[in-house]
């Protein structure tokens, strides 16, 4: 009867064992998985850098350096309008500091005054 015992207590480890194996492996996987997916935009978003940084001036693409080492998802949201504004063909020639100073202002919501009235 022990040695039954044993058998089965053995069995139950190697089933664990494989158990957390194959557990571990759906992790890496989904990891790998993970870090191509974050490689794939990371390739998208340079792809739309370069075609952007043919239509800006110098001044501006300065600003845009500027934006993207203070305010990433700032950058990125006027980097998406820029690429989808030259796509469209509505950007033909070059953006100067101004007109991408506009842009930015029309991306960044206008703060509300509150006023506090004391009664």
Do not use: C, W
Not at 16 to 32: F, P, T, V
Not at 66 to 85: D, G, S, T, Y
């Amino acid at each position: 009867m022990p040695a039954l015992d044993e058998i089965r207590k053995r069995k139950l480890e190697e089933l664990m064992r494989l158990q957390m194996n194959a557990s571990s492996r759906a992790s890496q996987e989904k990891l790998q998985e993970q870090a191509e997916q974050q490689a794939h935009i990371q390739q998208q978003i340079e792809h739309m850098e370069s075609v952007a940084r043919q239509f800006l001036a110098k001044e501006a693409l300065s600003r845009y350096g500027n934006l993207k080492a203070a305010h990433q998802e700032k950058a990125l949201q006027l980097l998406i309008v820029l690429f989808q504004a030259i796509q469209k063909g509505q950007i033909k020639g070059k953006i100067d500091d101004l007109t991408l100073r506009k842009i930015l202002e029309q991306l960044t919501p206008k703060k509300r005054d509150i006023k506090i009235k004391r009664a």
